[in-house]
């Protein structure tokens, strides 16, 4: 019997969604909408605020930024101390409202302790909210009004419709009932029609609901939170974690190789790093777009 030639055997892991191709593809679309608005006088503008000296929060922001400049985008980076009043910071965020060159705003978190970041959120102008974290863009989502999503479950949805699977009718299993990712992503999934269930800290038997999942988004910040063990062949595993393991390593919530192996071909998972983060960063910049798009007339009105 001749022997099989390993790099012609069947393919028994699960196959990668590659947030990183995924989200330049969607930039590219996104700044050919942001040069059609520059064609017609309007570059649109985004606001980054820093308070502080994270030095977490300060890459992030300069990521954003540098995104913004590689897209067509303006942004402008304001940094303040971390003894910024509260007082102060609502008042350059009321400045912003209305300078009609912004068109998102984005508070960078978290804020210092001495500043309520619910306020921070409230304070900025609904149609400028690209994050999608203010009472009204709930409001919208849940009742499934057009308007800006959060940033991270939006991303995560693109990633699961990049995979061709159908999400209509399957059972998607969100952990974690944030109100940044899991809240959200439950009712996104919802709205493209998916059997949601929500699990949590207080859940019992998570595994019994994993195991029963078409889709799980798994946002809880714990991790090895999803073992090999806890999934269905052929599921679809979006990974929204971001921990260390004990070499200090990033690593997502799920316990990868195993579970990638455990997905078998037929399945699919997201990495980190290189899933849901250079996607959280292009969804900003749509948001940024869509909220420029909506201040300017429609070409021919």
Known sequence: MPETNPAE???????????????QHIRAEVGARAAALAARGTRPGLAVILVGDDPASAVYVRNKVRACAENGLHSVLEKYDAALPEAALLERIAALNADPAIHGILVQMPVPRHIDPHRVIEAIDA???????????????????????????????????????????????????????????????LAASATVTVCHSATTDLKRHVREADIVVAAVGRRRTVTADMVKRGAVVIDVGTNHDEAGKLCGDVDFEPVRAALGPEGWIS?????????????????????????VPPAGA
């Open 9 to 23: 055997a069947a393919p028994t892991l699960a196959r990668l969604i590659d947030g990183k191709a995924l989200a």
């Open 127 to 189: 149609a400028k909210d690209v994050d999608g974290f203010s009472v009204r863009s709930a409001g919208e989502l849940f009742a499934g009004l057009p308007g800006l999503r959060p940033a991270t479950p939006w991303g995560c949805l693109k990633m699961i419709e990049s995979t061709g699977v159908p999400l209509r009718g399957r059972h998607a299993v969100v952990i974690g009932r944030s109100n940044t990712v899991g809240k959200p992503m439950a009712l996104l999934l």
């Open 271 to 295: 990495p980190v790093p290189g899933g849901v983060g250079p996607m959280t960063i292009t969804m900003l910049l749509a948001n940024t777009v869509q909220a420029a798009e909506r201040r």
